[in-house]
């Protein structure tokens, strides 16, 4: 999935786009509104990420534009705490809002629910209900752990990219887990062994994906 991150600190740009890049995502980013706007209308995105203060066209105005042009989901980054601002930012459109200083692993836990797809859909043969945290394979209920389920849906919303062990060690035991990159295999191999060998393609050295369908 594709996240715009924009804000007027490199510094913030760097450390928000590593989390957000080990999570398995690709990240486009802007230093001003201008150059937000301007990756908003040449990339598909799916996601972005807002300051509020930033030069040339304001965090605010951003997300105004990107909203009525599209139903993009948007997140606003700020420094600003208050009720009124929170309202202000709600109110043109951001679909979250995060006042600084924040945790990054609760910006990524923030963009992940943001992203979670809210009807049920088919992966081949598997009919999926994120909601619910539900999945059957031939109208028969699959009982997945928290866990595997999880992986599940970080392979599924990266659908077409590989995703190596550590993104997805990441991505679903978070950046502070203190265990190895085999807990990925292992997790992957339960996984096949209840939904199916086919949904899951292993590039070996690389690590694993679901490919998009022609």
Known sequence: MNILVADDSPEMVQIVSAYLKKGGFKVYTALDG????????????????????????????????IKAESSLKVLMLTAKSTGEDEFLSLSSGADDYITKPFHPQVLLLRIKKLLSLAHSFYIKDL??????????????????????????????????SILTREQLLVG??????????????????RLREKIGDEIITTKRGVGYLIEQEN
């Open 34 to 65: 201008e150059e937000a706007l301007d990756i908003f209308y040449q990339e598909k995105l799916d996601l972005a990420v807002i300051d509020w203060m930033m030069p040339k066209i304001d965090g605010l105005k951003v997300i105004k534009t």
């Open 127 to 160: 009919l999926i209900e994120p909601a619910n945290l539900k999945v059957w394979k031939n109208e028969q209920p699959v009982d997945l752990t928290k866990k595997e389920f999880d992986l599940l849906m970080m392979l599924i919303k990266n659908r077409g």
């Open 172 to 189: 679903v035991w978070g950046m502070d887990y203190d265990g190895v990159a085999r807990t990925v295999d292992t997790h992957i191999r």
